[in-house]
Nanobody, 129 residues
Framework: QVQVMESGGGLVQTGGSLRLSCTAS????????AGWFRQAPGKEREGVAC????????YYADSVKGRFTLSRDNAKKTLYLQMDNVEPDDAANYYC??????????????????????WGQGTQVTVSS
């Protein structure tokens, strides 16, 4: 059973940077899609960024493209989300998730903020002006 756990949330100033980490366990091979989602109060869940666990085909939502970057550490089985030039609208609870559908369907689910197979508990990102 795949489990993921996030860390790294906190308070960041507008224009600042923050790095979120997602550590996975229970993976068997690279055929997984991993990603970051976020949900702010009163808003629908948004797929922020996704990538297959082998590190190919990164997807970024338009709202974060050019500001957020995915990276991985295979040895640590950790996926990172580097958040730069953070904006007030980036404030949300951020969730890491993993899914066996490392394919077009999985990316569709990512883009539309739909359900993945395994979810973390979430980490809060607060943005101050």
């Amino acid at each position: 059973q795949v489990q993921v756990m996030e860390s790294g949330g906190g308070l960041v100033q507008t224009g600042g940077s923050l790095r979120l980490s997602c550590t996975a366990s229970g993976l068997t091979g690279d055929r997984y899609l991993a990603g970051w989602f976020r949900q702010a109060p009163g808003k629908e869940r948004e797929g922020v960024a996704c990538i297959d666990w082998a590190g190919n085909h990164p997807y970024y939502a338009d709202s974060v493209k050019g500001r957020f970057t995915l990276s991985r550490d295979n040895a640590k089985k950790t996926l990172y989300l580097q958040m730069d030039n953070v904006e007030p609208d980036d404030a949300a609870n951020y969730y890491c998730a993993a899914d066996r559908r490392a394919n077009l369907k999985g990316y569709y689910f990512c883009r539309h903020g739909l359900s993945f197979g395994s979810w973390g508990q979430g980490t809060q990102v607060t943005v101050s002006s």
